[in-house]
């Protein structure tokens, strides 16, 4: 075969298994889980910066998940009003705080990502590099 001919042939196929590697995974900026319900939050990261958001998840669910003892608890983001974020000997406690006026702390996992929508792009972030998450209901 031919140098040039070989040429060509690299340069047909370098582009399309360069293409390949974009098509496989890792976390896209521009891409979040879209829920099938739709909530609003506003969240409050560790350097006290607010992003309030649109079609909001964890994980892509609209519900908080933890450990309180030795159950498990999953509560829907149409009962909490917000959520305060701390980490206690190494765990992630959030003291949920219900919209009838209850609260309790669940034990989170820190490394859940909530994702939302703002005014300018897309965002996600760890729930342990949280401070507050605040619903404010559906829409």
Do not use: H
Not at 72 to 100: C, H, M, P, Q
């Amino acid at each position: 075969m031919s140098k040039r001919r070989l040429l060509w042939i690299v340069l047909l196929v370098l582009p399309l298994a360069l293409g390949m590697g974009s098509r496989t995974g890792g976390d896209s900026p521009e891409k979040i889980p879209v829920p099938q319900k739709k909530f609003r939050a506003s969240f409050i990261d560790q350097m006290d910066v607010l992003t309030p958001c649109a079609n909001v998840s964890i994980d892509g669910a609209t519900y908080l998940q933890g450990k309180r003892g030795e159950g498990n608890y999953t509560i829907g983001f149409d009962r909490i009003a917000s959520v305060v974020f701390r980490l206690s000997e190494g765990k992630l406690i959030g003291v949920v705080k219900l919209r009838d006026g209850a609260s309790l702390e669940l034990i989170l996992n820190g490394s859940q990502k909530a994702y939302g929508a703002t005014d300018y792009g897309t965002f996600q972030i760890r729930l342990q590099d949280l401070k507050k998450m605040t619903i404010g209901g559906k829409g």
